[in-house]
């Protein structure tokens, strides 16, 4: 399955569009031209036994959630559909372009829509892409100069602080990947860089229609332009970048070793053979209206409402998993409301020194004493060199040192698992999309592990006294260990939360 990777990059097996021939007019894959695809066969009989509900697989393994996308884009038959905040340029990111490439090869309409504010660097093999006479690209609320982008915050600052944060990958309108995770080496257990802990759902179904036509919504949506109107580069010369790519990321001993370990993987072997065991439950689509990309969408049209909405008001229990946590003063007066009506309320958020991006920190711990006054269990994941993995499909099941899945459990019953942080980005700025899956196995599977995550890896916030002051209780190892300081961080990053905790800019965040 992986062992062709790159074979389409290395020997330039991409046709080259003429500047002067009109490209042809594509027309989005429908139920009646993918029903005869092997992947349709495959999961049909499947639908015939579950009416109305869809099938369901987590996927919290880097490696699997990899050897999934690069599966279904080798097992293709008439189209792709990829959209994605981050595609870095990496070694998974060249590998699942060359995928995609492969499927292209083969006849499959490919259709990428990238945001465009992590594409630096990216426009040689964008322009290759594109070039292919069955891929198509377009860059959400794209950047019209390439090269000093800040310069545009200066002019369109209201629009381009607008991000599609969403992620998903559907192949044939059969089967759909949603989750957290971007494309990159930190998100699919790959490379030296810090590795993310991470959830996404492979989907077959009902749902699967459902993502598909969002993706419809989101191609066809004033925020997103044709890569060609974009992006100024030569052609040929792109194409011969790719190529360059390519061979260089085939050549890397790290490259063909996680190749190697990726073939391993059996994902579309099994479900084309029948084998993949799913489970069945209704899952519901939640995605933001694409217009709130430009400041357009009606409220009723949010992910956010819509959420509180399905979700309902929690009677017994409500987990919480945001990497990105700022819940503003609304935030901590919902929770507060949540605990005082006898709701177990916990939150678990990166610590100090996991996070990423230390101004969201200073926008949830200036939040912290709030938080445990309205009745929260407060936890912070703490910065490992790898998480062991355990035989679950929920949160422990890869290796990381920076938590990034956004998971929400109700009452055992429903689980949300998606793009969708607790933040006011999600909320207002940023479009986004997840799953909600009414499966109390699921849910109450995914809170033990929660759970097992909080007793083993996590800080427990907590208030010393009337006085304000913090302490995080560290239990692993049989041990407790309590810090008076927020634990793994330097003087200087404590500082900087501090500082920026005093800037008016949660509605940033």
């Not at 890869?398 to 949300?416: E, N, P, Y």
Request: proline content about 4%.
């Amino acid at each position: 399955m992986m062992r062709a990777a790159g074979k389409a990059l290395l020997h330039g097996h991409h046709h080259k569009k003429d500047l002067n021939v009109e490209a042809p007019t594509y027309h989005a894959a429908t139920p009646s031209t993918t029903d005869a695809t092997r992947l349709a066969q495959s999961v049909a009989p499947l639908h015939q036994t579950h009416a109305a509900q869809s099938g369901f697989v987590p996927l919290s393994d880097g490696r699997a959630a990899f050897a999934a996308r690069v599966a279904l884009a080798d097992a293709a038959e008439c189209s792709l559909d990829v959209q994605y905040y981050i595609w870095h340029g990496d070694m998974t990111g060249v590998l699942l372009f060359d995928a995609l490439v492969r499927a292209a090869e083969r006849g499959v309409h490919v259709r990428l829509l990238l945001d465009d504010n992590n594409t630096v660097g990216l426009d040689t093999i964008i322009t290759a892409l594109n070039a292919h006479p069955n891929i198509e690209v377009k860059l959400f609320n794209a950047f019209t100069t390439r090269r000093w982008r800040a310069l545009g915050y200066l002019t369109d600052f209201s629009r381009l602080n607008r991000r599609m944060h969403n992620k998903s990958f559907t192949a044939d309108r059969q089967v759909t990947i949603v989750g957290g995770r971007n494309i990159g080496d930190e998100y699919f257990e790959a490379g030296d860089n810090a590795l993310f802990i991470d959830v996404d759902i492979m989907a077959i179904g009902p749902v699967v229609g459902d993502v598909a036509d969002d993706f419809e919504r989101y191609w066809t949506s004033d925020a997103s332009s044709p890569a060609e109107r974009v992006v100024c580069q030569p052609r040929t010369a792109a194409a011969g970048a790719l190529s360059s790519i390519g061979e260089q990321m085939a050549r890397k001993p790290q490259a063909r070793a996680y190749i190697d370990a990726i073939s391993q993987q059996s994902f579309v072997r099994d479900l084309l053979a029948g084998r993949l065991r799913f489970e069945w439950a209704t899952v519901s689509l939640v995605s933001d209206n694409p217009d709130k990309g430009l400041g357009k969408a009606p409220h009723y049209t949010l992910v956010w409402p819509r959420l509180q909405q399905i979700l309902g008001d929690p009677t017994h229990e409500l987990e919480l998993v945001s990497p990105y946590l700022v819940p503003t003063q609304a935030g901590v007066e919902a929770f507060a409301g949540l605990a005082q009506r006898g709701v177990k309320v916990t939150l678990l958020t990166n610590s100090l020194e996991a996070t990423d991006i230390v101004a969201v920190h200073a926008g949830y711990a200036k939040r912290r004493r709030s938080l445990l006054m309205a009745g929260t269990a407060l936890f912070e994941l703490k910065r490992m060199a790898s998480i062991p993995k355990v035989r679950d499909r929920g949160l422990t099941g890869g290796s990381g040192s920076s938590l990034h899945a956004k998971v929400f459990t109700i009452d055992r019953q429903r689980v949300f698992i998606g793009s969708f942080n607790f933040d006011p980005r999600s909320q207002k700025l940023n479009t986004e999309m997840g799953f909600i899956i009414e499966s109390p196995a699921l849910a109450s599977e995914m809170a033990d592990n929660i759970g097992r995550l909080l007793a083993s890896h996590a800080y427990q916030v907590r208030m010393i006294g009337m006085d304000g002051k913090l302490e995080w209780i560290d239990q692993a190892d049989s041990r407790t260990t309590t810090y008076r300081l927020e634990p793994g961080a330097s003087l200087w990053r404590r500082v900087g939360v501090k500082v920026v905790a005093l800037l008016p800019i949660d509605w940033l965040l």
